[in-house]
């Protein structure tokens, strides 16, 4: 009988000390050298400060006079005008028959320009027109550029007045092409965003008809506060893609709209 009443008590304060281990928790009295470990997350990196470096630049004025393929000679030709600034090299592709030819080609940064004459496969030269991409990657002092259009047999003849933008923010554009044309006239406005450096490229098109084209549009009021906040000119690029139906050449034209601020 005893030692049932001992181990009745021992089982009673096994079960007091896990009621006790269980049981609520208090703060440590005062002086108690208990602590609290509490995990933070890190924050956030800073975002990266912004790249102004377009602002130091000026743009490339890279456009098209001619763009011409040959079937017959198995050659393009092509004549591209471009900012004297411009230095070093393009690189070119032609897209045609579902095969690519690469190939660069300098820049004449005493003339401004860049011409170059490249024979293409048989293969290649059976398509009536290629597309025509001139990538140039920018310099020291002058913003890249990327162009596309079609490279064929006829000229398109693309002429343009300077684009001009209202005080109020009206943008007006217009010239003439050969009346075989058809399609549009894209007016690109470029200029540089003083915030952040980012190349802000705004376009719009007028409808060729009957040997003329025009753009007039009303900017939006936050385009025009952006280009009030530019830290370049703003650029304009007058292009036509090529009509492909009649084996027609795009062209390009550039002009400069506002001056840096």
């Not at 965003?193 to 549009?217: K, M, P």
Request: glycine content about 8%; overall charge positive.
């Amino acid at each position: 009988m005893k030692r049932i009443f001992i181990a009745l008590i021992a089982g009673l304060g096994a079960a007091a000390g896990v009621a006790l281990a269980q049981g609520p928790q208090y703060p440590p009295p005062p002086g108690s050298t208990t602590s609290t470990t509490v995990t933070v997350a890190p924050s956030p990196p800073p975002p990266p400060p912004p790249d102004l470096a377009n602002c130091n630049k000026q743009p490339a004025k890279l456009s098209i006079q001619r763009a011409r393929y040959n079937r017959i000679q198995r050659t393009t030709s092509i004549f591209a005008p471009i900012s004297r600034l411009a230095s070093g090299a393009a690189q070119i592709q032609l897209y045609g028959a579902s095969r690519i030819t690469e190939f660069t080609a300098p820049v004449d940064s005493a003339r401004g320009y860049i011409r170059t004459t490249r024979g293409v496969d048989a293969l290649q030269a059976r398509a009536r027109s290629v597309i025509l991409t001139i990538r140039y990657l920018g310099d020291a002092d002058t913003r890249p550029q990327t162009l596309r259009l079609r490279a064929g047999l006829r000229a398109a003849k693309l002429s343009s007045q300077r684009p001009t933008i209202s005080p109020s923010g009206q943008l007006d554009a217009a010239g003439a092409i050969t009346r075989a044309a058809k399609g549009v006239v894209r007016v690109q406005l470029e200029w540089v965003n003083a915030a952040d450096g980012a190349i802000i490229v705004l376009e719009r098109q007028g409808l060729i008809h009957n040997g003329r084209w025009g753009v007039r549009s009303q900017l939006p009021p936050a385009v025009i506060d952006q280009i009030g906040h530019r830290c370049s000119t703003v650029q304009s690029y007058i292009v036509f893609t090529g009509f492909q139906p009649l084996n027609m050449n795009g062209e390009m034209r550039s002009f400069q709209v506002m001056p840096a601020p």
